[in-house]
């Protein structure tokens, strides 16, 4: 089962994060093998960060709750809360398999949180630039809160086109970039 899992930081966070980011990659190397995507998002300068986005595949919610729960960052304080929702992945790869690679132009996250019926469920067409792309689920699997997509692109308002527009309660756009160790 695939999980999205976004934490977010608590304001004045900033010092303590950096003091735990060793033994948040330690405890994220735990994962490898079963991470679809991470990284950190950032604030409109870039300059530092303001959470971090983790997309693994786990047995079951039990073992999600577990993985978000149990980070360093989250015990000690860093974040001010966790969104944790089932993921399906429609592009069927990792991040690490984008062909953009790690570097190049602007990422984004962009969190659609839903409302009504379900949309967006399958990634647009022509989007080359999708680094992950899936709805958001209920536990179960069965219902549809929204859709969440990593992407390159030249601005908050092209990333936000990739959702389909005023079809959403709110939608999120977040700079991000790839993470983990070089």
Known sequence: MEFFCYH???????ALRDELLEEHWSYMDRYAAEMIARGPTLTDDRESATGSVHIVDLPDPAAARAFAFDEPGHQAGVYRDVLLRRWRNTLGRTMWEFPGGRTEGDRFLVLGLGEGKALDLDPPAGQDELIAYGPLL?????????TAALLRAPDPDTARAVLTADRYAAVEVHPWQFGGRS
Not at 8 to 14: A, E, F, K, T, Y
Not at 138 to 146: F, V
């Open 138 to 146: 209920s536990d179960d699997g069965t219902a549809w809160l929204g």
């Open 8 to 14: 977010r930081d608590r304001p004045g966070s900033l």
